[in-house]
């Protein structure tokens, strides 16, 4: 598909030599290209340039964010939405918080992700694939899929579930979470899941607050070769759940289903036809989570309109993703890329659900799992990519990965070498897509453009319809510097509230209240001036050295590339004398010892491949570095305990992988003082 090219020592700065770059005789066949095209003869978009596919892209991403409501309606055409009620108008309101779009329309997302099983000739084909630690892929055809979602949604119908109740998931990521999630959509009901490793405190500090009617859950799961029984935690959350109507068992370790809970197998073997529910465009689909590290973590509410339209967006053009795909992101259901994958169906596409760890026999399980299932498309996480690159992994040489065409990976920057590595070690003709985004819009920013160049270190470009900028605290807009994250224009999957925000302040104070009206994300970005976006890190735990503003991202990248350092966590700490602290934590590889021969290697490292500022006051060892229980890096609650803020007030120690790592750095703050 691809003429791949490597980095070159000698290109100049401003203009690198690119990683990688499409074939340019795919450039006509790409959906990106189709739309183009289409929307060039009947709405006025630019037409494409097969001789400048950048300034191609460039010109219709301008033309997506200078005409939202004509590219939106636009798209919703082309992908041939189904409104049983045809809207009013495509964006009422176009302030923010608070824009109106496609008022009066009606839908389903169900119907939409379920329409591919309607034709004959695909009915027998996978709609879901499912692997778990055996690694044997298990087909689910679209008409078996289509017949559970129907006889779901017609016993959660008979449970008395109705539009707008809310209907939650302790899953892990296998067929039985999708069929729930698809048939709570068929009758207007709102999802919302946690994975099963998840304790009982951290679910209910989610589920309670949006007072769920009925409940899915699993016995039990397995993860490293080993069984994990969630029993205890089920009886807990019935427990705490008092507004359950009905709780429905999954029984993947094969164990009988408690008293008063139903069966799976019964509620899913009904020979009825499907119905869906028709909704207003901003009804809800599902709340999702941010990640509670203070406090109770916000409960995110988007919309069946807005999460089809931006998920159709995002997969069909950006992921050039359809019918004949097979769509894998490694995922737990707790994570906002769950969601996403089970939206590959909109597409037609196979989707391809993992449950097991991502690392085991070995490092490269999941990549067996890409061959094993003819994934196409695959996502997974920068974490991991490093993870085989540390392990020796050479996928490339030892699977069969011709059927790939694009390597996606988000949850954190993916650094320089991790593009390298997937260039060396899976193909050198691979589309590598850094992608990033957030929960708190279920989609991305920036990222994957299949008619464009990949440079190492950057995000292809921003994504369409996404009027995305860089900015400095003044609200003026920055080009090759570094700047706040900013939308300046509405997307359609923005939450349409927060549950149990009744007059919007907490959504307000979430992202408006530095610019208003315009959306402040929390990262740090470059807009560069080929239209490429480098991600630096979260802003609200930036290190700020003498008035330089840096990313911790590139600390990460630089110093775990030192074969000693399994991993590390870097703070910038304002003092209450007005001094700065920033200390570097180091979580050391096995038999790795913090020596001054090993604290000056971090230091030259750091030094020679950043800068002198980038250079720790401290290095510390700890045991492990503390992670949300979605994978990020703990930082923003670690520096307020280093601050002397009470444990209590600075993290929910339920939102942390293992809360016992913070008595570290609570202890560290007492002896500070």
Request: proline fraction near 8%; aromatic fraction near 8%; glycine fraction near 8%.
């Amino acid at each position: 598909m691809t003429a791949a090219h490597s980095d070159s020592s000698t290109s100049h700065p401003s203009a690198p030599e690119a990683l990688w770059r499409p074939d340019p005789a795919g450039f006509p066949t790409a959906r990106l290209t189709r739309f183009q095209s289409w929307a060039a003869q009947h709405h006025g978009a630019p037409q494409p340039d097969p001789d400048d596919p950048v300034a191609s892209y460039a010109a219709l991403h301008s033309w997506s964010t200078a005409h939202l409501a004509t590219f939106w309606s636009a798209f919703a055409d082309w992908c041939d939405v189904r409104f049983s009620t045809p809207y009013e108008t495509v964006l009422a309101d176009a302030t923010m918080p608070g824009a109106q779009w496609f008022p009066g329309a009606t839908l389903n997302y169900a119907e939409h992700a379920l329409r591919h099983a309607e034709d004959p000739a695909r009915a027998d084909e996978p709609a879901l694939l499912h692997v778990d630690e055996t690694h044997e892929p298990v087909p689910l055809s679209w008409r078996e899929l289509r017949a559970q979602v129907a006889s779901l949604a017609h016993e959660l119908r008979r449970l008395g579930v109705r539009p707008g109740d809310r209907v939650s998931g302790y899953l892990p990521n296998i067929p039985q979470a999708a069929v729930a999630l698809l048939a709570t959509a068929a009758v207007g009901g709102v999802w919302t899941s946690c994975a099963p490793d998840f304790g009982a405190r951290s679910v209910l500090d989610r589920f309670q607050q949006v007072e769920p009617t009925v409940l899915f859950t699993v016995d039990g799961y397995r993860y490293g070769g080993k069984e994990h029984d969630r029993r205890e935690t089920v009886a807990e959350l019935r427990a705490e759940l008092p507004t359950l109507r009905a709780v429905v068992h999954v029984p993947l370790l094969e164990t009988p289903a408690p008293e008063g809970a139903l069966e799976w197998a019964e509620l899913t073997s009904l020979d009825v036809e499907p119905e869906f529910e028709q909704v207003l465009f901003e009804h809800p689909l599902w709340v999702l989570y941010s990640s509670g590290t203070t406090g109770l973590p916000k409960a995110i509410v988007q919309s069946q309109g807005g999460i089809l339209l931006e998920h159709l967006k995002q997969l069909t053009l950006h992921n050039d993703m359809g019918a004949g795909d097979r769509f894998f992101w490694f995922t737990s259901t707790g994570w906002m890329m769950w969601n996403l994958l089970v939206s590959g169906l909109l597409t037609g596409a196979t989707v391809v659900t993992y449950d097991g760890s991502p690392g085991y026999p070995d490092t490269a399980a999941q990549w067996r799992v890409v061959e094993r299932t003819g994934t196409t498309i695959y996502g997974t996480s920068a974490a991991y990519v490093m993870a085989c690159r540390k392990a020796g992994a050479h996928p490339g040489r030892d699977l069969d990965l011709s059927k790939v065409k694009c390597v996606a990976t988000t949850g954190s920057p993916l650094p320089p070498d991790g593009f390298r590595w997937i260039h060396d070690e899976v193909s050198p003709d691979m589309w590598i897509a850094s992608v990033s985004g957030g929960t708190d819009v279920c989609s991305c920013f920036a990222g994957a453009v299949p008619t464009l160049p990949v440079y190492t270190g950057e995000l292809q470009a921003p994504s369409l319809a996404v009027d995305l900028a860089a900015w400095d605290p003044h609200g003026t807009p920055l080009l090759d510097e570094v700047g706040e994250l900013v939308v300046t224009r509405p997307m359609p999957s923005m939450p349409v509230r927060f549950w149990n925000d009744p007059d919007g302040s907490r959504y307000h104070d979430s992202y408006f209240d530095v610019y208003p009206g315009i959306w402040r994300h929390g990262d740090w970005i470059t807009l560069t001036s080929r239209n490429t976006v480098v991600i630096h890190g979260r802003s609200d735990s930036t290190l700020n050295r003498q008035g330089v503003r840096m990313g911790s991202a590139d600390i990460y990248e630089a110093v775990e590339r030192l074969p000693e350092i399994r991993e590390s966590l870097v703070l910038g700490v304002e003092q209450p004398d007005g001094g700065y602290w920033m200390p570097l934590f180091v979580h050391l590889a096995d038999g790795a010892v913090l020596d001054e021969v090993l604290r000056d290697s971090i230091k030259q490292t750091l030094r020679k491949n950043l800068s002198p500022r980038h250079v720790p006051d401290e290095i510390i060892e700890i045991p492990a570095v503390p992670h949300t229980l979605t994978g990020k890096r703990l930082e923003v609650p670690v520096k307020r305990l280093l601050q002397g803020t009470a444990m209590e007030k600075a993290v929910n120690p339920g939102s942390v992988d293992n809360a016992e790592l913070l008595d570290f750095y609570a202890q560290l703050a007492r002896d500070r003082t």
